[in-house]
């Protein structure tokens, strides 16, 4: 099992920037892959970003691309989402998760495929 707790979320203007931080507990945090997903009021839950086990690899959804920056840190089992030039419609609950992931066309985007989630942290962006 492994156990994920988001922090970092809040409210902020648009073209504000927060970072999100995903801290894992329980099996060997570097075995997983990483992803970050997110959920506006009343929509599906949608993929925002991944990273591979080593941090090598990353991808985004074009929304958040050159905006978002997904990263971890297998030494302190804690994952990151920096996000900057925030807007109103980045405004969801944001949910990190992992699983034992294959890093080929969209396998990783998709949610059903990751193991285990947090409990989300919500991000507000006001105009």
């Known amino acids: 099992q492994v156990q994920l707790v988001e922090s970092g979320g809040g409210l902020v203007q648009a073209g504000g920037s927060l970072r999100l931080s995903c801290a894992a507990s329980g099996r060997t945090f570097s075995d997983y892959g990483m992803g970050w997903f997110r959920q506006a009021s009343g929509k599906e839950r949608e993929f925002v970003a991944t990273?591979?086990?080593?941090?090598?690899?990353?991808y985004y959804t074009d929304s958040v691309k050159g905006r978002f920056t997904i990263s971890r840190d297998n030494a302190k089992n804690t994952g990151y989402l920096q996000m900057n030039s925030l807007k109103p419609e980045d405004t969801a609950v944001y949910y990190c998760?992992?699983?034992?992931?294959?890093?080929?066309?969209?396998?990783?985007?998709?949610?059903?495929?990751?193991?285990?989630w947090g409990q989300g942290t919500q991000v507000t962006v006001s105009s």
């Open positions: 990273i591979t086990r080593s941090g090598e690899g990353t």
């Open positions: 998760a992992a699983g034992r992931l294959f890093y080929s066309g969209s396998y990783a985007y998709i949610p059903g495929h990751y193991d285990y």
